[in-house]
Nanobody, 121 residues
Framework: QVQLVESGGGLVQAGGSLRLSCAAS??????MGWFRQAPGKEREFVAT???????SYTDSVKGRFTISRDTAKNTVSLEMNTLKPEDTAVYYC?????????????????WGQGTQVTVSS
């Protein structure tokens, strides 16, 4: 069974940092992504990585967030620095068999259940 499990969410003050982790099982994926959804808003793209070095980020997190992966452990991480209250959301890990990173949720075949990130002012 393919499964993605996120961890690392929590409560942090503005300006702080958190590192999210996503553990994949069942198969390997060339492309992984992170999305988030705040209350009352649509799910939005955050970051994606293809292979180990081809990355893309949404404009609001560029320079603050870093996506990386450990292929041996089949995990992907999202390091979030200088967090802002507007980063508050449920963060979802997603996986795709495609060879290039994508900002579109439609290309991701599997999704985790999400982990809550709350940033207080």
């Amino acid at each position: 069974q393919v499964q993605l499990v996120e961890s690392g969410g929590g409560l942090v003050q503005a300006g702080g940092s958190l590192r999210l982790s996503c553990a994949a099982s069942g198969r390997t994926f060339n492309t992984m992504g992170w999305f988030r959804q705040a209350p009352g808003k649509e799910r939005e793209f955050v970051a994606t990585i293809s292979g180990t070095s081809i990355r893309s980020y949404t404009d609001s997190v560029k320079g603050r967030f870093t996506i990386s992966r450990d292929t041996a452990k089949n995990t992907v991480s999202l390091e979030m620095n200088t967090l802002k209250p507007e980063d508050t959301a449920v963060y979802y890990c997603a996986a795709s068999g495609r060879n290039l990173p994508s900002r579109s949720s439609g290309v991701y075949d599997y999704w985790g259940q999400g982990t809550q990130v709350t940033v207080s002012s």
